[in-house]
């Protein structure tokens, strides 16, 4: 299998303060993760590419200090929102290629985050 | 640029009946398309992929789609559908220029009654 976690699935926070969410694969490396945020109703936005030992490519519009992306390991990446507002309430979703010619791309189950 | 299209916000469909779910796309060179299904407050779950040779591709759950090179499409289709089909489905294409990232559909609603 290949399977993605996410951690925490769910999280409040005042507004002001930082949160990070974790993404590891469970029993693969992924050189390669894919941060995505999702709004009520809509598709899926990509973020910012995470790639092990590197910095993150971020996609335009996306503000890298205040979302600060960390790939320290094969099976993890870090995603840090930085000074939340209630605008970054949002359901984040982390994604890991495996590698090989699948092309397939794995996600994690989400994080709803909630700034209050 | 590349992009991919689902025409419908949502299908609704009755339970044993056959259901279909539209996509179309727009690239430059051989796609690289999937089918992703999302329940709610969920992840996404791989459902197929079409990365080349048969049309006609055969995924998870009874699901199958069939990419058309001609009419640019990849309906994802189902001979019986079930109540639990009833999700958030998207289509994507696989971003060749980045390092595989996957541009998505803004999904259909599926919803199959009893």
Known sequence: ?116 | AQSVAQPEDQVNVAEGNPLTVKCTYSVSGNPYLFWYVQYPNRGLQFLLKYITGDNLVKGSYGFEAEFNKSQTSFHLKKPSALVSDSALYFCAVRDRGSQGNLIFGKGTKLSVKP
């Open chain 1, 1 to 116: 299998g290949a399977v993605v976690s996410q951690h925490p699935s769910r999280v409040i926070c005042k507004s002001g303060t930082s949160v990070k969410i974790e993404c590891r694969s469970l029993d693969f490396q992924a050189t390669t993760m894919f941060w995505y945020r999702q709004f009520p109703k809509q598709s899926l936005m990509l973020m910012a590419t995470s790639n092990e030992g590197s910095k993150a490519t971020y996609e335009q519009g996306v503000e890298k200090d205040k979302f600060l992306i960390n790939h320290a390991s094969l099976t993890l990446s870090t995603l840090t929102v930085t000074s939340a507002h209630p605008e970054d309430s949002s359901f984040y979703i982390c994604s890991a290629n495996k590698g090989g010619s699948t092309y397939e791309q794995y996600f994690g189950p989400g994080t709803r985050l909630t700034v209050t």
